[in-house]
């Protein structure tokens, strides 16, 4: 067995991905709300295309996420 690289041990770093995927969660579905407001306002105050815009949100949110641990992932393979 071979010693772990002290490199990627880094807590900080983990502790700033979880705050980056918290983050990125809470800002996509925001922008999805307004998105969805947006539309709403625009087709005569339908609420479906609020509840999509938070769906749409949220959709995008998990594969940033997805995308973000990935390239952590990679990063601490190296």
């Given at each position: ?7 990627n041990?880094?807590p900080?770093?983990?502790a ?17 709300y307004?998105?969805g ?7 005569g105050?339908?609420?479906g ?6 769906l ?17 992932l ?5």
């Amino acid at each position: 067995m071979s010693k772990p690289d002290p490199r990627n041990e880094n807590p900080w770093k983990a502790a700033g991905l979880v705050g980056a995927l918290g983050a990125n969660l809470a800002i996509c579905v925001v922008l999805g709300y307004y998105a969805g407001s947006f539309i709403s306002e625009r087709t005569g105050g339908h609420k479906g295309w609020l509840i999509a815009g938070v769906l749409a949100g949220l959709i995008a949110g998990i594969a940033n996420i997805v995308l973000l641990i990935k390239r952590f992932l990679e990063d601490t393979n190296e």
